[in-house]
């Protein structure tokens, strides 16, 4: 009896397996996962904001001085792991279909919130440099604040892209656990018709 359910749940793996696999190559299982090439594209998008993005962060460092020191230093960890993702995903984009897809969305969320506080920082330094007549600070920040207002926009606009294909990678997935299920669900209708057979006299 023992070596029976053995071989039955072995069976039983063997068959969801081989039908999950054999579904996720099938074409009329249509997951829609992102394809290499919108994933690259996402990643010239992100790489050229964070060109803009890294001499603001040099500007603030100066302008700010100690003041921001700490927030210019997470805003460059938050920059730091966005630019390892993308030379990972350069070099393998199906990587960004996983976990880490999600860590470079929730990146660049991170990054465009960060600019936009940033700019509302240089709006209240340009502010306090026209209350005490230093015009030439005021300009200063008045121009930083709308370069990382411009830079946030920026970062808003490919993080939302990357989402829009994560979120059709958890769809897929979701459509291949479905199909999983499926199969997994069909193969033990067949082993428990295949254990009565055989239980038969």
């Given at each position: ?13 063997l ?38 993005y ?26 730091h792991?966005?630019?390892?993702a ?43 440099g ?42 897929g ?29």
């Amino acid at each position: 009896m023992r070596l029976r359910r053995s071989i039955c749940s072995t069976l039983f793996i063997l068959c969801a397996v081989t039908s999950a696999r054999a579904q996720k190559h099938d074409t009329k299982y249509d997951t829609n996962f992102p394809t290499d090439d919108e994933i690259r594209l996402v990643l010239t998008q992100a790489e050229r904001a964070i060109r803009e993005y890294k001499p603001l962060l040099d500007m603030q460092e100066k302008t700010f001085g100690k003041a921001g020191a700490e927030a210019v230093k997470k805003d460059r960890e938050t920059v730091h792991g966005i630019d390892v993702a993308i030379v990972a995903f350069g070099k393998n984009p199906q990587a960004f279909n996983g976990p880490m897809g999600f860590a470079f969305f929730e990146w660049l969320d991170d990054a465009c919130r960060n600019a936009l506080l940033s700019s509302e920082s240089a709006m209240n330094s340009a502010t306090e440099g026209l209350m005490g007549g230093d015009k030439q600070k005021a300009q200063t920040n008045i121009e930083l604040a709308k370069d990382l207002v411009n830079v946030s926009t920026v970062l808003y606009t490919v993080s939302e892209n990357a989402g829009a294909l994560y979120a059709r990678y958890v769809a897929g997935e979701d459509k291949l656990a479905q199909v999983g299920l499926k199969a997994a669900t069909d193969c033990l209708d067949i082993l428990k018709k295949g254990t009565k057979t055989t239980a038969k006299p």
